[in-house]
């Protein structure tokens, strides 16, 4: 198994995918991976919707118009129910927390049985609730194409750049 940093800088942002679809055993893997991501109060607020046919992303690409996003074999909406989720004292809604937890542990684990993911969240929630058949109650917060990408994962520059830690860490006070 990969050193974990090693996993977590092999995972990148992919927009070009080959044209090859993922074996079952693989994208069971991913979705156990988010289905065992912590949540708050373990309230596990999540729904994942799983669209393979053509016909089904054809229509969620309505809802993310790019030429890259139908080339992914299986595309993941990731979507939270508030009414579900842990309320922080002061009413702070932890859905999205959440959320963007079981999307991190689905990347990662992805790149670990070479799978290419990206992370969407610029999309037309309401035109993707009415194609996924959403029930009001549930939001779409995140769409992840996967697939096998189109080129090699060598660290990319962008994906690397970070800021050090002397920029973002502080000890003890800001």
Not at 41 to 53: G, M, R, Y
Not at 145 to 158: A, F, M, S, T, V
Request: proline content about 6%; overall charge negative.
């Amino acid at each position: 198994m990969e050193k974990f940093l090693d996993l977590v800088k092999k995972r990148c942002s992919v927009r070009n995918y080959l044209n090859q679809s993922i074996e079952e055993e693989k994208l069971l893997y991913v979705l156990e991976a988010g289905r065992l991501a912590p949540s708050a109060a373990n309230l596990q607020p999540w729904h994942i919707v799983v669209v393979k046919s053509e016909e089904k992303r054809k229509e969620l690409a309505s809802a993310y118009p790019r030429p890259w996003f139908l080339q992914a074999p299986v595309i993941l909406a990731i979507c939270g129910d508030h009414s579900a989720a842990w309320k922080r004292a002061d009413g702070k809604d932890h859905t999205d927390i959440d959320a963007a937890i079981i999307v991190d542990h689905m990347t990662l684990a992805a790149a670990e049985v070479d799978l290419a993911t990206c992370w969407i969240c610029n999309f037309d929630a309401v035109k993707a609730s009415e194609i996924l058949g959403l029930p009001a109650n549930i939001e779409p917060i995140a769409l992840l194409p996967l697939g096998y990408p189109n080129h090699q994962l060598i660290d990319n520059p962008r994906h690397l750049k970070r800021k050090s830690l002397e920029e973002i860490i502080h000890r003890e006070m800001y």
